[in-house]
């Protein structure tokens, strides 16, 4: 398996504008995680998802953020309008169940808003 | 609120030492602890998982224990090598499903 898959690797975009960001997990999980990464405030989760459900957004940081999974194998997370303040590493991670099994990692999209 | 503590924030070695890097969490109530390594500009590769019912896990050369009653896990790196190099970070999976990480140890090992 090609492991969890995200696009694109690295995004650059003005103030304002809309990003998407992408991610295809590792067949056969039911578990769909976005994370996102700071010097800050280091790894935070945004959202999960099972079964293309989302169970807990309580880590979007505002109305401004929106995720979405409409089948098993693909989920985007859309920030729309962008702020410097979004600048980090956005992860996305998939596990066979959301609970006792080890999450695998994407890549990761760094995104610079400028 | 769960919080995840990782000591020391940045630990270098001569190769070939024995080391341990530590964890520490506030709410025992977890259903597993995961330990995780990440090299510069890549995404998270898992090492070990330990259960909360499980004491410990083995890997090669590394060995994480859990003390889920005193809210402590080390990480255990023997004969460490410079390919080891990396940020190490700790998570807890909390009892909402959410994985909890820790700031990480950045871990140097000199050749």
């Known amino acids: 398996d090609a492991g969890v898959i995200q696009s694109p690797r690295h995004e650059v975009t003005e103030m304002g504008q809309e990003v998407t960001l992408r991610c295809k997990p590792i067949?056969?999980?039911?578990?769909l995680f976005w994370y996102r990464q700071t010097m800050m405030r280091g790894l935070e989760l945004l959202i999960y998802?099972?079964?293309?459900?989302?169970?807990?957004d309580s880590g979007m940081p505002e109305d401004r953020f929106s995720a979405k999974m409409p089948n098993a194998s693909f989920s985007t997370l859309k920030i729309q309008p962008s702020e410097p303040r979004d600048s980090a590493v956005y992860f996305c991670?998939?596990?066979?169940?959301?609970?006792?099994?080890?999450?695998?990692f994407g890549p990761g999209t760094r995104l610079l808003v400028l | 609120k769960q919080e995840v503590t990782q000591i020391p924030a940045a630990l270098s070695v001569p190769e070939g030492e024995n080391l341990v890097l530590n964890c520490s969490f506030t709410d025992s109530a977890i259903y597993n602890l995961q330990w995780f390594r990440q090299d510069p500009g890549k995404g998270l590769t898992s090492l070990l998982l330990?259960?909360?019912?499980?004491r410990e896990q083995t890997s090669g050369r590394l060995n994480a224990s859990l003390d889920k009653s005193s809210g402590r896990s080390t990480l255990y790196i023997a004969a460490s090598q410079p390919g080891d190099s990396a940020t190490y970070l700790c998570a807890v999976l909390d009892s909402s499903y959410k994985l909890i990480f820790g700031s990480g140890t950045r871990l140097l090992v000199r050749p």
């Open positions: 330990i259960q909360s019912s499980q």
């Open positions: 991670a998939s596990s066979f169940a959301a609970y006792q099994e080890t999450q695998y």
């Open positions: 067949s056969g999980h039911n578990s």
């Open positions: 998802f099972n079964n293309n459900v989302p169970i807990d």
